[in-house]
Every structure is written in structure tokens, then in C-alpha cells.
């Protein structure tokens, strides 16, 4: 029997290559194979135990009801501190929470975006945002995070050469998904200087903003903590990778006062409010003691070193060293031409003949060829296995 077509819209949706390859990896463990999971971008610490104590505290006293669309004020508020301490000049109004990062990103291009206007994405990146400028009706428009011997760098150039009487936002991302390249304060005051003069949105996902490694206090500068930026930067956070928990998909936003009603306005269209004893458990990871994210940060500082030293001694392997972040961007196409191997058959025989699951690089734009993406977020251990299993696929590969 004849049944209607899908939408046309759903052509314009990635989807984030990571999950498909921890599928891959799950397969090969239920046929009793070793694998070591390098795929997924979450980190191998638990949530912080006093997080799930309130959360659990929270449901059994059944709060567990509808709440404020815009968040709990307690976390709200707590967020508020949070933007502070990054020197962002936040107040309640400018604090919306959400049920994970991505639906914040997605209502941020909603909220910014008419139809036919242009946006900038930084490419290799992130594959949701080309996803989420599509289906909001907008145009991408591509600047490159690319490699140089200094490591990796923003193609300025690029920008102004994208620029258009069209452009309408342009998207950051600092700490980088998946080079690692994080903005100093010079950029983010560069890229506000472009915006004001041009007059765009500043969308930026600043989610793995305690993880930057050059900075004492683990913290990126934040494009809203530029003076005058606030009221045209939407940022995108959550607590999914300085607080371990991704499974809690709780994100919120830090947004120019100007959108408050209306990003609420598309909470209460889509989710009515994230889950209020999930709240509980971010206002206790948010308010409490961040022991946990100094720990996490600091072991993280430590796998990458130890993690991209062995990727750099993997004959044909070459990694820039990522400034934030967990990820290691390695560099395999001189590996790639000895082999005669292309991104993804490398990916997946390095998944399927030796246990070790990464991302290929085009999961992150075509600019991703030659490049595979690993998670460090996992213990020592099995980031040295990882290594020797490696150099071993370098040298059967090769031959
Ligand atoms: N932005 C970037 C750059 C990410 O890497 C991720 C997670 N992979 C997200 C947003 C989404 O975070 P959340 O789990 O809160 O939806």
C-alpha cells in the first residue's frame, strides 16, 4: 500500500558519526571481542556522587512535576555564578535551561536565523551544526580550523572572504570539537570585533570550556566576557563533559536578554521544561565543591600528553597537541599513502581487525580526510594498549 512521503526537511539532517561507530563496537563486544572505546566524546569519571545524591533525593520526594520553563531559579541562579566566574556579566535573565546542549544550540539558530541567511561554521567540525543551520532555513558558509606546523589555527581570511550582507551569525566553538584548538582572548575579541561591525550573532559552544589545558584555572576565555558581547553572543553549555554527565542531558544557555522570551518561548514548545529532579542534580553539581572538575581536568591534562607522545612515535602518525578538550585529531595520512587505505577503511579495520573504535575525520566535513578523531577521556591503561595496538595496524597496514 501507497503511504506518504517523507519530508524533504529530513535530507538536511546529519547525524553524528560516533554513535554509529560505538554500534560497531558494541556488535564486536556481544561476539566477545575487546574493544577499546575511544569513539564518544564523555568522560570515564562518574557523575559527581552529591549530583546523583540530589537528583535521587529528588525523585523520591517525587519532584517530579512540571516546573518553571526556564529552569529551576536555585539553578538559574547558580548559574548565573557559574558566568560570572567567567567573567561573564550575567544576571537571571540571561539563563535558560535546557535539556542538553543541543536542543539550546538548535533553538539558538532558531531564535537568530530567518530563512536564506548566511551562517558561519568552523569546518572540520562539529556535524550538528551544519544539521541545525539547515533546518532553522539558513545557508552554511564554511572558515576552516585547519593545521599549521604551530599547530592548529582559525583561517581569519576565511571569514572575511564568507562575509556577506547575508551573514547573519557566525558559530564558535572553543574549546574545539575535534582539533582541540582553543580561542585565546585575542580571538574571541577579534571575532566580536567582526560581529559588531558587521552586526551578527555570536553562537558559541563553549561545553568543553573548563577543559583548556593553557589556561591555570582550566578556563577558555569566553566570547561573552568581552565587554559589550553578551547582548549578541547566545553561548551554548551543559554539564554533560566538566560534570560527567551525558546521560543527563541538561544543557543551558547564556543568552543575550533581548531573546530570553523567545528562547523560552521554544523550550515551552518543545520540552515544557528539562526534569526538575535532573535539575536537582546539575544545581548540586553547579553550587558544590569542584573537586571533581579539578580532578577530571587535571587527569585529562595527563592522558594527553601520554596519549599524543605515543600517537607521535606511530610510524606514519603525526598529532598537533590539542590546547582543550578530549580529543586527539590525529594526522594518518601518511599512513593512509603507504597503505594505499582510505579514511574510513583505515577507521574500520582498525575497529574490526584490532579493537580500537575512533572516528573518522570526515564525520566532521570532508576537510576531516586523512585525520582520525580519539576521545583521551579514558583511563592510562587502555590509552597505552591503544598505542601498541596502533603500531601494530601501522605496520601490518603498511606492508
Ligand atoms: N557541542 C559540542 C561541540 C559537542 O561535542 C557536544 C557533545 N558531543 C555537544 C555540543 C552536545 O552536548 P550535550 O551532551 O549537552 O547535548
Given at each position: 500500500?501507497?503511504?506518504?512521503?517523507?519530508?524533504?526537511?529530513?535530507?538536511?539532517?546529519?547525524?553524528?558519526?560516533?554513535?554509529?561507530?560505538?554500534?560497531?563496537?558494541?556488535?564486536?563486544?556481544?561476539?566477545?571481542?575487546?574493544?577499546?572505546?575511544?569513539?564518544?566524546?564523555?568522560?570515564?569519571?562518574?557523575?559527581?556522587?552529591?549530583?546523583?545524591?540530589?537528583?535521587?533525593?529528588?525523585?523520591?520526594?517525587?519532584?517530579?512535576?512540571?516546573?518553571a520553563?526556564?529552569?529551576?531559579?536555585?539553578?538559574?541562579?547558580?548559574?548565573?555564578?557559574?558566568a560570572?566566574?567567567?567573567?561573564?556579566?550575567?544576571?537571571?535573565?540571561?539563563?535558560?535551561?535546557?535539556?542538553?546542549?543541543?536542543?539550546?544550540?538548535?533553538?539558538?539558530?532558531?531564535?537568530?536565523?530567518?530563512?536564506?541567511?548566511?551562517?558561519?561554521?568552523?569546518?572540520?567540525?562539529?556535524?550538528?551544526?551544519?544539521?541545525?543551520?539547515?533546518?532553522?532555513?539558513?545557508?552554511?558558509?564554511?572558515?576552516?580550523?585547519?593545521l599549521?606546523?604551530?599547530g592548529?589555527?582559525?583561517?581569519?581570511?576565511?571569514?572575511?572572504?564568507?562575509?556577506?550582507?547575508?551573514?547573519?551569525?557566525?558559530?564558535?566553538?572553543?574549546?574545539?570539537?575535534?582539533?582541540?584548538?582553543?580561542?585565546?582572548?585575542?580571538?574571541?575579541?577579534?571575532?566580536?570585533?567582526?560581529?559588531?561591525?558587521?552586526?551578527?550573532?555570536v553562537?558559541?559552544?563553549?561545553?568543553?570550556?573548563?577543559?583548556?589545558?593553557?589556561?591555570?584555572?582550566?578556563?577558555?576565555?569566553?566570547?561573552?566576557?568581552?565587554?559589550?558581547?553578551?547582548?549578541?553572543?547566545?553561548?551554548?553549555?551543559?554539564?554533560?563533559?566538566?560534570?560527567?554527565?551525558?546521560?543527563?542531558?541538561?544543557?543551558?544557555?547564556?543568552?543575550?536578554?533581548?531573546?530570553?522570551?523567545?528562547?523560552?518561548?521554544?523550550?515551552?514548545?518543545?520540552?515544557?521544561?528539562?526534569?526538575?529532579?535532573?535539575q536537582?542534580?546539575?544545581?548540586?553539581?553547579a553550587?558544590?565543591?569542584?573537586?571533581?572538575?579539578?580532578?577530571?581536568?587535571?587527569?585529562?591534562?595527563?592522558?594527553?600528553?601520554?596519549?599524543?607522545?605515543?600517537?607521535?612515535?606511530?610510524?606514519?602518525?603525526?598529532?598537533?597537541m590539542?590546547?582543550g578538550?578530549?580529543?586527539?585529531?590525529?594526522?594518518?595520512r601518511e599512513?593512509?599513502?603507504?597503505?594505499?587505505?582510505?579514511?574510513?577503511?583505515?577507521?574500520?579495520?582498525?575497529?574490526?581487525?584490532?579493537?580500537?573504535?575512533?572516528?573518522?575525520?570526515?564525520?566532521?566535513?570532508?576537510?576531516?580526510?586523512?585525520?582520525?578523531?580519539?576521545?583521551f577521556?579514558?583511563?592510562?591503561?587502555?590509552?597505552?594498549?591503544?598505542?601498541?595496538?596502533?603500531?601494530?595496524?601501522?605496520?601490518?597496514?603498511?606492508?
Amino acid at each position: 500500500m501507497k503511504t506518504p512521503d517523507k519530508a524533504s526537511r529530513l535530507n538536511l539532517l546529519a547525524i553524528e558519526g560516533a554513535f554509529a561507530v560505538a554500534a560497531a563496537a558494541r556488535a564486536l563486544e556481544l561476539s566477545g571481542r575487546e574493544v577499546i572505546h575511544l569513539e564518544l566524546g564523555q568522560p570515564d569519571f562518574p557523575t559527581p556522587s552529591h549530583a546523583t545524591s540530589a537528583g535521587v533525593t529528588a525523585l523520591q520526594a517525587d519532584d517530579a512535576k512540571y516546573t518553571a520553563p526556564a529552569g529551576l531559579p536555585e539553578l538559574r541562579q547558580a548559574l548565573v555564578q557559574y558566568a560570572r566566574g567567567r567573567g561573564i556579566p550575567a544576571e537571571l535573565d540571561n539563563i535558560v535551561v535546557t535539556s542538553a546542549a543541543k536542543p539550546m544550540l538548535q533553538y539558538a539558530l532558531l531564535a537568530a536565523v530567518n530563512p536564506g541567511d548566511e551562517v558561519l561554521i568552523p569546518t572540520t567540525g562539529f556535524p550538528i551544526y551544519p544539521s541545525a543551520v539547515r533546518l532553522a532555513g539558513g545557508i552554511e558558509k564554511h572558515y576552516s580550523i585547519h593545521l599549521t606546523p604551530d599547530g592548529w589555527r582559525l583561517d581569519w581570511d576565511a571569514i572575511e572572504r564568507q562575509l556577506s550582507p547575508r551573514t547573519r551569525a557566525i558559530v564558535l566553538n572553543s574549546p574545539h570539537n575535534p582539533t582541540g584548538w582553543t580561542a585565546t582572548r585575542e580571538d574571541v575579541e577579534r571575532i566580536g570585533r567582526i560581529a559588531t561591525q558587521h552586526n551578527l550573532w555570536v553562537i558559541s559552544d563553549e561545553i568543553y570550556s573548563g577543559l583548556a589545558y593553557d589556561y591555570a584555572d582550566g578556563q577558555s576565555p569566553s566570547a561573552a566576557a568581552v565587554p559589550g558581547l553578551l547582548d549578541r553572543t547566545i553561548i551554548i553549555d551543559g554539564f554533560s563533559k566538566r560534570w560527567s554527565m551525558t546521560g543527563w542531558r541538561l544543557g543551558f544557555g547564556i543568552v543575550p536578554k533581548a531573546l530570553f522570551t523567545d528562547l523560552v518561548a521554544l523550550v515551552i514548545n518543545n520540552t515544557s521544561c528539562a526534569p526538575p529532579f535532573i535539575q536537582r542534580g546539575g544545581l548540586a553539581a553547579a553550587s558544590g565543591s569542584q573537586d571533581v572538575v579539578h580532578r577530571l581536568r587535571k587527569s585529562l591534562h595527563e592522558r594527553r600528553d601520554r596519549f599524543v607522545a605515543g600517537l607521535n612515535a606511530v610510524p606514519g602518525i603525526r598529532c598537533a597537541m590539542p590546547s582543550g578538550a578530549f580529543y586527539a585529531f590525529a594526522d594518518i595520512r601518511e599512513l593512509l599513502k603507504t597503505s594505499g587505505l582510505d579514511t574510513i577503511t583505515f577507521q574500520s579495520r582498525l575497529l574490526q581487525e584490532f579493537g580500537v573504535a575512533g572516528c573518522p575525520g570526515t564525520d566532521f566535513g570532508p576537510s576531516g580526510e586523512g585525520f582520525i578523531r580519539f576521545s583521551f577521556a579514558t583511563a592510562a591503561p587502555k590509552l597505552d594498549r591503544a598505542i601498541a595496538l596502533l603500531n601494530a595496524a601501522a605496520k601490518q597496514f603498511a606492508t
